[in-house]
């Protein structure tokens, strides 16, 4: 069982940064592939990105490639998601998400966190 709790959403302008958090809890963290996802009002849950169980491969949306950075400190339980260049099309509620496969999908996530609002003003 792993619970997850992601923090660090907030209000930014176009151009701005944030850097999201998302604590673990539970022993088997460091097994689990871990991803981010967002879901913007009226739209569908859509992927951002996910990296491997040790750290060593990450996959990301081309929507916001070469502008988000996906990490995780196994010492810490916790997985990061630094946002730069933000932009209004970024405006979402991010979750965080753990699965044991390195997907893309929703449905292939087995825990889900509360989620945390970003919204970009222009």
Known sequence: ????????GG???AGGSLRLSCAASGRTFPRY???WFR???GQEREFVAVVRWSGGRTHYASSVKGRFTISRDNA??????QMNSLKPEDTAVYYCAAAYS???IP???????????VTVSS
Do not use: F, I
């Not at 810490?76 to 998601?81: A, D, F, H, P, Q």
């Not at 449905?107 to 609002?117: F, H, L, N, P, S």
């Open 1 to 8: 069982q792993v619970q997850l709790v992601e923090s660090g």
């Open 11 to 13: 209000l930014v302008q």
């Open 33 to 35: 592939d871990m991803g």
């Open 39 to 41: 879901q913007a009002p």
């Open 76 to 81: 810490k339980n916790t997985v990061y998601l």
């Open 102 to 104: 390195d997907s893309d």
């Open 107 to 117: 449905t292939r996530y087995d825990y889900w966190g509360q989620g945390t609002q």
